[in-house]
């Protein structure tokens, strides 16, 4: 009777030893590869709310956002369409009697409204300002408990989730559109070549739209 409870033990721990390997090499298959076209950039809030962009850790205390940005990058939205100027009336001509041309059109001088934006909450509870409610999934890493003691298991697997997003009131959107720009501008000093083309539209759009639709609130 002995002899049979400690085989039946002994199979029972088998089974568990090998279901848990299967599991970490599932987990395992899942992590993704170490890719040297990817590029990190942390957002960093200090305790007085200020913000700042690089690519190195946030200082210690402060809050800190991860993101990571493989190339080739998402397609970015087109840029906002520049005004059409009106079409410039034809020459008089000198040489025969013509009617007196009407009176130049009235140009409508009244400012724009800014585009609509949308503030999305990551899951990590960081928040960024995007054009779309729907923005791409992004790839966040989950710690990964090695049962198996092997040391072929990562430390970390990527999870692919999306961000939660609701429009941004009407008369908070000026305000955000300049937090855009000094973003943009934070993304362009850090010199990196992953950011520029991405950074750049960001900053030439917001200026835009501040300079159509918010000068009165700058």
């Known amino acids: 009777m002995t002899r049979t409870i400690i085989a039946t033990a002994l199979l029972l721990a088998f089974a568990v030893g090998d279901s848990a390997g299967q599991s970490v090499r599932t987990r395992k298959a899942k992590a993704p590869a170490n890719d040297p076209n990817v590029t990190v950039i942390y957002r ?33 939205p087109a840029p906002l369409p520049e005004a059409t100027p009106p079409p410039a009336a034809p020459a008089a001509n000198t040489t025969q009697s013509q009617p007196a041309a009407p009176p130049p059109a009235q140009v409508d001088d009244t400012p724009l409204p800014p585009p609509p934006l949308y503030r999305c909450h990551t899951s990590s509870g960081g928040s960024y300002a995007n054009e779309t409610d729907n923005p791409p999934e992004r790839c966040r890493d989950v710690p990964l408990v090695n049962i198996s003691g092997s040391q072929n298991v990562p430390d970390h697997e990527c999870q692919m989730e999306r961000d939660r997003c609701e429009r941004i009131p009407d008369q908070e959107l000026c305000a955000t559109w300049k937090q855009r720009l000094a973003e943009a501008k934070s993304m362009l000093e850090l010199g990196n070549p992953d950011l520029v083309e991405r950074a750049t539209l960001q900053r030439d759009q917001a200026q835009r739209v501040m300079d159509r639709s918010c000068l009165t609130q700058n």
């Open 44 to 76: 960093c809030t200090d305790a007085a709310g200020m913000l700042s962009i690089q690519n190195t850790p946030c200082p210690r205390g402060q809050h800190q956002e991860r993101s990571v940005i493989a190339r080739p990058i998402d397609p970015l």
